[in-house]
């Protein structure tokens, strides 16, 4: 297990860098449906999980994300976005590679744990946007439409952070 460490003045440089990234990626999206879009915001964050470990995905998808939703006019989303994709990146740092940064592990089992992860974040993800959807639109059955929109940017976040992971990881590690 990691060691308890505080966060330190370069922690949260990385931290805001990561976060505007997030940002960033979040707006390079497709629209899908009635106000829902497929972006790479989770592709980044899954894979600033499986490569920095559980804080900086954590604080880099709340703040990034939420940034995102308060600059583009998604305003009853920011609360959501910041626990939703803080929590979501947490969990799939957790899993992949830890609560903070560690050495690199054999290249087998940081494949699995980084796809467990990813899984787990995303199932979270679904889960609390379908009662964020549900608690701004006022309908269930809006909140049950926008489904497989999240599903399909989980989708391409779990690809995309599978692909880049292993030569970014190594780049890291260094």
């Given at each position: 297990m990691n060691e308890k460490r505080k966060l ?39 894979t600033v999980g499986i490569c920095f470990g ?121």
């Open positions: 330190t003045t370069k922690d949260i440089v990385y931290s805001g860098v990561l976060a505007a990234m997030c940002a960033i990626a979040t707006s390079l999206k497709i629209p899908f449906g009635v106000g829902a879009m497929v972006h790479l915001g989770t592709a980044f964050i899954f559980g804080v900086y995905a954590g604080l880099a998808g709340a703040i990034g994300s939420a940034f995102y939703d308060l600059l583009m006019g998604f305003s009853p989303y920011t609360a959501w976005s910041f626990i939703i994709k803080g929590t979501a990146g947490f969990i799939v740092g957790f899993v992949a590679k830890g609560v903070w940064p560690a050495p690199a592990t054999s290249e087998g089992s940081w494949a699995w744990r980084a796809l467990i992860g990813c899984v787990l974040a995303a199932a979270w993800t679904l889960g609390g946007y379908i009662v964020a959807w549900w608690q701004i639109t006022g309908s269930l059955a809006t909140a049950f439409a926008n489904i497989p929109s999240s599903l399909m940017t989980s989708g391409v976040g779990v690809v995309v952070a599978m692909i880049l992971s292993p030569k970014l990881r190594k780049t890291v590690n260094r």
